[in-house]
């Protein structure tokens, strides 16, 4: 494992933002029959070739993360998508569990699968042009949960998918991801969060992960979706800076935030509450590693139809020029115009 060479790629990563393009053949098959879009393998191919090749990605993008199935794809040209990425300045990642199943023994609660051949998989990806990889473990809040032994097992995984990603040369990105389903309060999500963290960074030490060669995703500080009680944007900002001060070490170069089902807009205008120019300067630096949040509002224009290429490819652009600007603590309202 050369650290250097893992924290020169994390920090690279830090520079812009994420396109989290990574999502499974059953769920991109689930956005495509909810739009009316074939559920082909060669539509989900056109689909991703029109991520990859909207120009100017790369001046909002430091990297994507893609599927098993994306990573070996190619335009219709045929130039391999990790190619046409790295020409636009755009670190290629690669998605490697195999999602999150029912934890057997532990109603209501998910285990993510995939360690079993991961290290072999893993040179597989490095060699297809991948640099960094990601898992992503699912946490629910209930009544009764998450359970100790829920949030233990998954982040022991976490750290052990960690230790192989380093092993094998790619930085990896943890995902502990505490859902926003649910009516808990602002509070509720700031203690599990920083249960989930503590336990997290625990786990990576007694699995000897070098720090400052990882990337964090998370979720933010959000009450669940069917709270009563919902707050804004400088509110949700506060409770995510205060609760990550408390949990997340500073040898981490970065935390890059899922947006779990937010709404495009509010996603933006959250992130770029963080970057406040009242707040004192972070440990780590803050960005987005968006998928719904960046890619629907594209996808419901292009509804399948190739005619739709161009203004597809504008809206991508445009929602991801506001998501980087965000990063900055330059998003305003009035950006959604342009």
């Known amino acids: 494992?050369?650290?250097?060479?893992?924290?020169?790629?994390?920090?690279?990563?830090?520079?812009?933002?994420?396109?989290?393009?990574?999502?499974?053949?059953?769920?991109?098959?689930?956005?495509?029959?909810?739009?009316?879009?074939?559920?082909?393998?060669?539509?989900?191919?056109?689909?991703?070739?029109?991520?990859?090749?909207?120009?100017?990605?790369?001046?909002?993008?430091s990297g994507a993360i893609l599927s098993d199935e994306t990573i070996h794809q190619h335009t219709s040209d045929g130039i391999p998508f990790v190619e046409i990425l790295v020409k636009a300045g755009i670190i290629p990642g690669i998605k490697v569990d195999k999602s999150a199943k029912d934890?057997?023994?532990?109603?209501?609660?998910?285990?993510?699968?995939?360690?079993?051949?991961?290290?072999?998989?893993?040179?597989?990806?490095?060699?297809?042009?991948?640099?960094?990889?990601?898992w992503r473990a699912v946490i629910k809040i209930g009544d009764g949960i998450p359970t100790r032994g829920c949030i233990e097992s998954n982040t022991y995984l976490l750290a052990r998918y960690a230790a192989l990603c380093q092993e094998a040369g790619l930085v990896p990105m943890v995902e502990p991801e505490v859902l926003m389903d649910g009516t808990h309060t602002i509070e509720r999500c700031a203690s599990v969060t920083e249960e989930v963290h503590r336990s997290l960074f625990h786990q990576l030490y007694e699995q000897r992960v070098n720090l400052q060669g990882i990337i964090l995703k998370p979720n933010m500080i959000l009450p669940g979706k069917d709270c009563p009680v919902q707050v804004d944007d400088d509110t949700i900002a506060n409770a995510t800076i205060n609760c990550f001060l408390r949990s997340v070490p500073a040898a981490v170069p970065g935390i890059a935030f899922l947006s779990g089902g937010q709404d495009s807009k509010k996603a933006t205008s959250r992130l770029n509450a963080m970057h406040s120019k009242n707040r004192p300067p972070l440990p780590w630096e803050l960005t987005f590693s968006f998928s719904r949040a960046i890619e629907y509002p594209a996808i419901e224009i292009w509804g399948g139809n190739?005619?739709?290429l161009e203004a597809t490819q504008k809206a991508l652009y445009h929602r991801a020029c506001c998501d980087n600007a965000a990063r900055r603590g330059e998003y305003n309202a009035a950006m959604e115009k342009e």
């Open 1 to 61: 494992m050369k650290i250097k060479e893992l924290n020169d790629i994390a920090h690279a990563m830090m520079v812009k933002g994420l396109l989290a393009m990574d999502e499974s053949i059953g769920t991109c098959n689930k956005r495509f029959a909810e739009l009316g879009i074939p559920q082909t393998e060669e539509y989900r191919r056109n689909y991703r070739e029109l991520l990859v090749t909207t120009p100017n990605l790369g001046s909002c993008l």
């Open 103 to 134: 934890m057997a023994g532990f109603p209501g609660e998910k285990i993510t699968e995939g360690l079993d051949g991961l290290r072999e998989r893993l040179k597989e990806y490095y060699s297809l042009g991948a640099r960094f990889a990601k």
């Open 306 to 308: 190739k005619d739709n």
